[in-house]
């Protein structure tokens, strides 16, 4: 199986390059905003439990979002892999996320990192707030706290792959095709 992690900030264009990687590897995206999102839509007790700590910057609690990941990955357990995005975003999430794969015979391939700094990551998100109609997109001051979750709680993610040595980054500013060229070299050299 081929189970990458795609790592970075909020606006780094994990969404849009899951999506390429998904087509060209045949994987399987979970990503567990969209999932927190889809169980506001469907005003699910997570849902309303998650939805406060969202429109806060917050991050919703690990066994939240482990046991949705949990769940997904049962769901589908004839995947030829699966693309992480937005998971695991702490340290315990990454334990949580080895130990399920190690039960289910598999192990994360590597970590992708999109570095983007933190300017153009409050541009593109304002950006997106525009059209994206998230709350959390909208408003200055709720970016800047999300990326300090980020910078705080989820950088030290990077490390625990980086201690495996499955940490792997590509520059997160420039073309869309061509940072997706990247992350694919990356991934046909490691299936080699
Ligand atoms: P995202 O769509 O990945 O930017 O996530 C939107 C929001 O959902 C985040 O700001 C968090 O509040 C929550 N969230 C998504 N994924 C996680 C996660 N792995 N751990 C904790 N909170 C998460």
């Given at each position: 199986m081929l189970n990458i992690v795609l790592f970075g900030p909020p606006g780094a264009g994990k969404g849009t390059q899951s999506q390429k990687l998904i087509e060209k590897y045949n994987l399987i995206h979970l990503s567990t905003g969209d999932l927190?999102?889809?169980e506001i839509a469907a005003g699910s007790e997570l849902?309303?439990?998650a939805k406060s700590l969202m429109d806060s910057g917050l991050l919703v609690p690990d066994e939240v979002v482990i046991g949705m990941i949990a769940n997904k990955v049962k769901e589908h357990t004839h995947a030829?892999?699966?693309i992480f995005d937005g998971f695991p975003r702490t340290v315990p999430q990454a334990q949580s996320l080895d130990k399920l794969l190690q039960d289910n015979g598999t192990e994360i391939t590597a970590m992708l990192?999109?570095?983007v700094d933190d300017e153009e990551l409050t541009k593109r998100l304002l950006l997106r707030g525009q059209t994206s109609g998230r709350p959390d997109d909208q408003n200055e001051e709720l970016i800047r706290k999300r990326v300090q979750e980020y910078n705080t709680k989820t950088t030290p993610v990077a490390d625990f792959y980086a201690g495996q040595g499955k940490f792997f980054a590509v520059d997160g500013i420039g073309?869309?095709?061509e940072i997706f060229d990247q992350l694919c070299q990356h991934i046909d050299s490691l299936k080699q």
């Open positions: 927190l999102r889809s849902g309303l439990k030829s892999g699966f990192a999109l570095k073309e869309i095709d």
